[in-house]
Nanobody, 118 residues
Framework: QVQLVESRGGLVQPGGSLRLSCAAS????????MGWYRQAPGKEREQVAI??????NYADSVKGRFTVSRDNANNTMYLQMNSLKPEDTAVYFC?????????????WGQGTQVTVSS
């Protein structure tokens, strides 16, 4: 069974930084893609970033401020968030498209709250 576990988010002041991690564990034969979504109250879910095949695409709202990196040896992805703004406040979810045994499936992390406020 595959699990994605996210690190704890937190409260950050505007202009501050925070790094989230997303670690995949279990029977993992291959990871096709990993990424982050966020869900803010009263807003639609937004894809923040997706990384696949060494290429990462970012939402315009975070481009230049957020950076995704991966530790492939440990099946872990990171989201470095800099110059945070109040509008970045949301629950952040990681996901991964993983081949476990014979099937490809999308797995989700549990979500972590990021609050940007003074």
């Amino acid at each position: 069974q595959v699990q994605l576990v996210e690190s704890r988010g937190g409260l950050v002041q505007p202009g501050g930084s925070l790094r989230l991690s997303c670690a995949a564990s279990g029977t993992i034969f291959s990871i096709r893609a990993m990424g982050w979504y966020r869900q803010a109250p009263g807003k639609e879910r937004e894809q923040v970033a997706i990384t696949s095949g060494g290429v990462t695409n970012y939402a315009d709202s975070v481009k230049g401020r957020f950076t995704v990196s991966r530790d492939n040896a440990n099946n872990t992805m990171y989201l470095q968030m800099n110059s945070l703004k109040p509008e970045d406040t949301a629950v952040y979810f990681c996901y991964a498209v993983i081949r476990s045994e014979r099937l490809w499936r999308t797995y989700w992390g549990q979500g972590t709250q990021v609050t940007v406020s003074s």
